[in-house]
């Protein structure tokens, strides 16, 4: 686990960890329901989201997109998303490895599980 003292030098990490590398992303949207079907519809329209789902919970929407890296992850939260009529509020998990995907397993390189 990586130890860090403020935001800024968790920016820092992740920019410096992530740069040139690809980044797949969670993103959960509270939103005003009323506005539930436009937001996922303007979502939809980015090339790089690959999923927009309504669902019930603690959560609206779920999304999942890919970004080149996390400046780009970083300011799609920040410049697009979070300025959408009906968006109340923005989180993100980055997605470290993906064991199963539409169906199909994916091989793990042992050095990609520590």
Do not use: C, P, Q
């Not at 519809?41 to 999304?63: P, Q, R, S």
């Amino acid at each position: 686990m990586i130890k860090v003292e403020n935001e800024e030098e968790y920016e820092e990490v992740l920019s410096s960890y992530y740069e040139g590398r690809g980044v797949s992303s969670l993103i959960s949207l509270e939103i005003d329901t009323k506005e539930a079907d436009g937001v996922a519809k303007d979502l939809a329209d980015f090339d790089n989201v690959e999923d927009v789902l309504l669902v019930t919970g603690d959560v609206d929407l779920i999304v999942k997109a890919r970004f080149k890296d996390y400046d780009h992850m970083k300011t799609f939260l920040t410049n697009e998303v979070s300025h959408f009529d009906g968006v109340e509020d923005v989180s993100s998990m980055m997605i470290v490895t993906t064991y199963k995907e539409r169906g199909k397993l994916i091989e793990v390189e042992e050095d990609e599980e520590e």
